[in-house]
């Protein structure tokens, strides 16, 4: 039933590519997170210009539900049908070991015809071309560029696009662009990390996984106690707030409100972080920054403002920063606790057999309960409620409750579109 589903949900939502309404000039590319399939539809459905997913070796999120072969392809088939651009990473950083295993994958892989493969690795690059793959070179924001030396050197070298550095300022990269013109990407929303560009060894030294090679436990997100010399046994709980301490760990990233300034500064593709993140989390911030996109520098934009920062307050995050690197000083890394403030329920597959809406539950749906719904934003904000008149199990009996990760017939007070998404404010 879920693969008929998953494979169906290529069936279109009318006009769910966002018109680019008012301003006329180029728009960067939204480029999404797809930890699997699903994601990957729905980043796509909701508005996103490229995907970038990883297959079951050698990107940096090994545990995430990554791509097999089949489900590669048809994630290049959906996107290329949609003129959504696939970006495959091949990311993480090789050792001697790798080489050869990283060389059978990329024969395994050849035949798919990316738009473009990420890579961190100078040496990945090397396997790549070795293999005969003609896609576009990406290099990850891992390899810390910084400035127009080292982009010049990257492109001289092959690349096609260069993901900066996190910590690289609008200034730099507008610095950047005016003295190469190469195609620049940069991360616009989503976790951030407190090493260096992603460099750290916390969570290898800590839990023996190793960050650099996709398996980062989030070390620097533990709970950590602080213990005196001389008096062994008798831990301090480092307490910042509540539920846990997060001494190490950053606040997120959310740029929507300087979009007209990263845009104005000639960025080429706007990068959103969160691979491991639901498919709630993907769709929204992508028709966020895809209609942002769009109206930056516009007057419209201010207007529509309040609206993205509310519906990015509604994903679950950390408090937001739009300057991270400048917020140190002593006081940056105050309490961090997890900001949510709504709950993802689901969202609707299809018509159900039988009438009203078949959906996917991802948290328990009650009967007689409101729901909030999203949609791709085509026309400015069109979201709304529906409340759950009825509930059917999957074997049609009326329930009071559907489960989570289950799909059940639900009546709507009225028919939501194909592919809303559910959530509940809490
Ligand atoms: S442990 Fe924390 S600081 Fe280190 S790589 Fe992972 S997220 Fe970044």
Redesign the pocket.
Known sequence: MYDYLLAHLSLYIDDCHMSDQVSTKKRPEIIAPAGNLEKLKFAVLYGADAVYFGGEQHNLRIRSDNFSRDDIAEAVRFCRERGARTVFLMNSFLHEKDIQPARAYLSEIRDFRFDAVMVSDPGMMLLIREAGIESDIHLSTQMSTLNHLAVKFWRDAGVARIVLAREATADEIRAIKEQTGAAVEVFVHGAL???YS?R?L??RYLAGRD?NRGD?A???RWRYSLVEEKRPGEPLEIIEHGPCTEILSSKDLCLVGRLDEYIAAGVDALKIEGRMKSIYYTANTVRIYRHAASLAGTAEFANHLPFYREELDLVSHRPYTDDLFNEFGGNGFAPIPTVKKALFLGYKAGTAPGGGSLVKTFNPVYRGETLDAIFPITDGKRDCSFTVKEIFDDEDRGIDMARPYSFCRVIFDREPDDYAIFRRRL
């Open positions: 990390c407190i090493a992603g750290c916390l969570s960050a980062c989030q070390a620097c």
